[in-house]
């Protein structure tokens, strides 16, 4: 069974940092295309930042320059350094994983950004 499970949201000052992690329970080795969302109270899920197997990456315009999108293949695990982090971050992040022709969704984690 395929499981996602995302770590490292918290409460943070605005211009602070924060680093998600996301374990997967398969080798990611072979996923083309993994990347971060995340949905604010009544809104909808948006993408934050996506990432391929030949790590080229895209991010939402409201987060280029402040976040990063990394993967660790040997890890199985994918990460999010949020770095200025504004109170209009804070969100439930969630991370995607498109395999096989399936999308799997982890837990979320909370990210609230305010002084």
């Known amino acids: 069974q395929v499981q996602l499970v995302e770590s490292g949201g918290g409460l943070v000052q605005p211009g602070g940092s924060l680093r998600l992690s996301c374990a997967a329970s398969?080798?990611?080795?072979?996923?083309?295309?993994m990347g971060w969302y995340r949905q604010a109270p009544g809104k909808q899920r948006e993408l934050v930042a996506r990432?391929?197997?030949?790590?080229?990456?895209n991010y939402a315009d409201s987060v280029k320059g402040r976040f990063t999108i990394s993967r660790d293949n040997g890890k199985n695990t994918l990460y999010l350094q949020m770095n200025t982090l504004k109170p209009e971050d804070t969100a439930v992040y969630y991370c995607?994983?498109?395999?096989?022709?399936?999308?799997?969704w982890g837990q979320g984690t909370q990210v609230t950004v305010s002084s």
């Open positions: 995607r994983m498109d395999w096989g022709g399936r999308i799997y």
């Open positions: 398969v080798n990611i080795f072979s996923i083309y295309t």
């Open positions: 990432i391929t197997s030949g790590i080229n990456t």
